[in-house]
Structure formats: structure tokens, C-alpha cells
């Protein structure tokens, strides 16, 4: 069973840059795609970026130009560096991963494992 445990969250001013990790655990993540998803007090999980495992990216429109998604070469870690940001950005960002993501990958919905996120706070 994968586990997932994210890292590199923490508060910023606008325009500041992060860049969060999602170490795997109980397997490698070869084979699986992965994704970032973030939650703000709201009842919706908010789709940010996507990699396949033939490296096919998808990202939100709100993250187009500003995050990248990466993985290491052995497939443990997963990334999120995020550039420019903004205190919409503010939010629980949670990975994910799974051998067949959803068709619409940005859905959360659709993702069997989840880390337990961690949060970006973006000031002002």
C-alpha cells in the first residue's frame, strides 16, 4: 500500500515561492500517476497539477506559468514548486497518486491514495 507524507508548506508573502514534497513510503511510485490537490474552507477539493507515468503534465488553469510538478528519477518523491504566489493560494495542499487516475485528472474525487497535506499560508 503506498503511504503518502507531504512537506515544505509554511507562510510566505505574495510573490514568495515554495516548493513542496510528497515522500512515498510502502511501495515506489513507479506506475503510478500523481497529482496535488489543495483544500481551502470550502466543501470542494481544488485540483492544482498532475503527472502521468509517461511524464504528461495537467495543470489548473490558476497554476499554468506559476507551479511545476516534478519527480525524482526513482519515482519516491513528488513536487509542487509553486512561484508567484498569491493569497488565493492560501490552502491544505494534499497529495495523491494512483495506478488509473481519473479521465478528468484534476477531479479529487477519482484518487485512491492521499497524503495528509500540508499548508500554505500566503500573505498580503
Known amino acids: 500500500q503506498v503511504r503518502l507524507v507531504e512537506s515544505g508548506g509554511g507562510s510566505v508573502q505574495a510573490g514568495g515561492s515554495l516548493r513542496l514534497s510528497c515522500a512515498a513510503s510502502?511501495?515506489?511510485?513507479?506506475?503510478?500517476?500523481m497529482g496535488w490537490f489543495r483544500q481551502t474552507p470550502g466543501p470542494e477539493r481544488e485540483g492544482v497539477a498532475t503527472?502521468?507515468?509517461?511524464?504528461?503534465?495537467t495543470y489548473a488553469d490558476f497554476a499554468k506559468g506559476r507551479f511545476t510538478v516534478s519527480h525524482d528519477n526513482a519515482k519516491t518523491t513528488l513536487y509542487l514548486q509553486m512561484d508567484n504566489l498569491k493569497p488565493e493560494d492560501t490552502a491544505k495542499y494534499s497529495c495523491?497518486?494512483?495506478?488509473?487516475?481519473?479521465?478528468?485528472?484534476?477531479w479529487g474525487g477519482g484518487w485512491n491514495y492521499w497524503g495528509r497535506g500540508t499548508q500554505v499560508t500566503v500573505s498580503s
Open positions: 503527472i502521468d507515468t509517461d511524464g504528461t503534465t
Open positions: 510502502g511501495a515506489t511510485l513507479d506506475g503510478y500517476s
Open positions: 495523491a497518486a494512483d495506478r488509473v487516475p481519473p479521465v478528468r485528472r484534476l
